[in-house]
């Protein structure tokens, strides 16, 4: 693990973390009314026009090349879990930005989370693998990764709040790690040169396939509290890049003695996700009240009042 990939991957994370934030910023104002299709494009329309979710979807831009040069020069289970750090940035900026700090809960949450996926990863030490893999492969990832997003979103839409930002937050995650994987591909065939890689067609579903990523994390970031969604945004995306590494990469994970402390990371991973479901935030004292802006712009309405 080469320290250039360790300094990317972080960045990448922060710009990531950032691009959260100013968006949840926007959305939280935007509310989440349940209106179907017409009404998340009505949404979109609106927030096209917050400068906060404009300076969000940039960053997004700037998070995609900073990812896509950490995965040029490292594997992608290596990579996506050092994007964990990306909670506890999140809480570093999201305090600057909706000007609260948040519960101690969860603080402590969001650090249970961090260190248990950090000591599960560090003790499964992901080996490098092949630079592309196989379309045979390929077909049977996208299979599953659709069916697994596709059932996601269909429970997501039958429940409202932290549970709906959760399920979507974890369709993105799948769908986020699905465009990792295919950034890895497409870096990995660079060597045969620009023109052929644009004539074969992982740039193009990296392309989809990031869109929809988008398009998730949008309905992700309307439906609740970013302490719901982004824990399952950042482990989902992790865990579906290290799944992927090793069925589509070949990148291997130590097992044997290195069990234990797997298991562990694996425990701090469940003590964190029952503190963040028991903590204030996620039923959004942190960074859904009227004190995160100045007020709602021209056409914006407030969002309404959740019960804590």
Known sequence: MSVLTVVLALFAALSNAAASVLQRHAAAQDGDDGGGARSAVRSMLRLVRDRYWVAGAALLAVTTVLQAAALSVGSLAVVQPLMATELLFTLMVGSMVFHRRPDPRTWLAFVALAVGLALFLGAAAPSAGHDTASPDL???????????????????????????????????????????????????????????????????????????????????????????????????????????????????????????????????????????????????????????????????????????
């Open 138 to 308: 390929w077909l049977w990832a996208g299979v599953a990764l659709s069916g697994m997003v596709t059932g996601l979103v269909l429970a997501g839409r039958l429940v409202r709040g932290s549970p709906r930002a959760a399920l979507f937050g974890l369709a993105s995650a799948v769908s986020f790690g699905g465009t990792a994987a295919l950034l890895k591909e497409v870096t990995g065939r660079l060597p045969q040169g620009v023109g052929a890689v644009l004539s074969q067609w992982p740039p193009y579903a990296t392309a989809v396939v990031g869109v929809i990523s988008f398009v998730l994390l949008q309905s992700a970031l309307r439906a609740g509290s970013l302490a719901a969604s982004q824990p399952a945004l950042t482990l989902g995306d992790a865990l579906t890049s290290v799944a992927l590494g090793w069925a589509l990469f070949g990148e291997q994970i130590g097992l044997g003695v290195r069990v234990l402390p797997e298991l562990v990371g694996v425990a701090l991973i469940g003590v964190g996700s029952v503190g963040l479901a028991r903590a204030p935030s996620v039923h959004g004292s942190w960074d859904t009240g009227s004190s995160s802006r100045d007020g709602p712009g021209p056409g914006v309405r407030k969002p309404e009042r959740q019960e804590s």
